[in-house]
Nanobody, 117 residues
Framework: QVQLVESGGGLVQAGGSLRLSCAASGSIFSINAMGWYRQAPGKQRGLVAEITTNGATTYADSVKDRFTISRDNARSTLYLQMNSLKPEDTAVYFC???????????WGQGTQVTVSS
């Protein structure tokens, strides 16, 4: 019954910004850390940002100081503010529980982020 729906992606020039949203259902927010993952063509899906239920955050080195993850527990919504975007950020972005969570929801369709030079 868990559903994860990502939105907010698009085409942007290098140096631009985007804000991604993830709407989660099925009570997945109640006890889980949440994270943003991305998958570029020909590469494996990897975690880029994570946030605990209490708001502690961690980031992959490649996005640190540029991306900010946040959550609205009342609305079961996850956000990713992306600033100073680079072409290497181009990927499909997904949300799900954190890397070490015992439960993983079904992967959604993700939202495409394309950064041009």
């Amino acid at each position: 019954q868990v559903q994860l729906v990502e939105s907010g992606g698009g085409l942007v020039q290098a140096g631009g910004s985007l804000r991604l949203s993830c709407a989660a259902s099925g009570s997945i927010f109640s006890i889980n850390a949440m994270g943003w993952y991305r998958q570029a063509p020909g590469k494996q899906r990897g975690l880029v940002a994570e946030i605990t239920t209490n708001g502690a955050t961690t980031y992959a080195d490649s996005v640190k100081d540029r991306f900010t993850i946040s959550r609205d527990n009342a609305r079961s919504t996850l956000y990713l503010q992306m600033n100073s975007l680079k072409p290497e950020d181009t990927a499909v972005y997904f949300c799900n529980t954190g890397r070490d969570s015992w439960y993983k929801g079904p992967w959604g369709q993700g939202t495409q982020v394309t950064v041009s030079s």
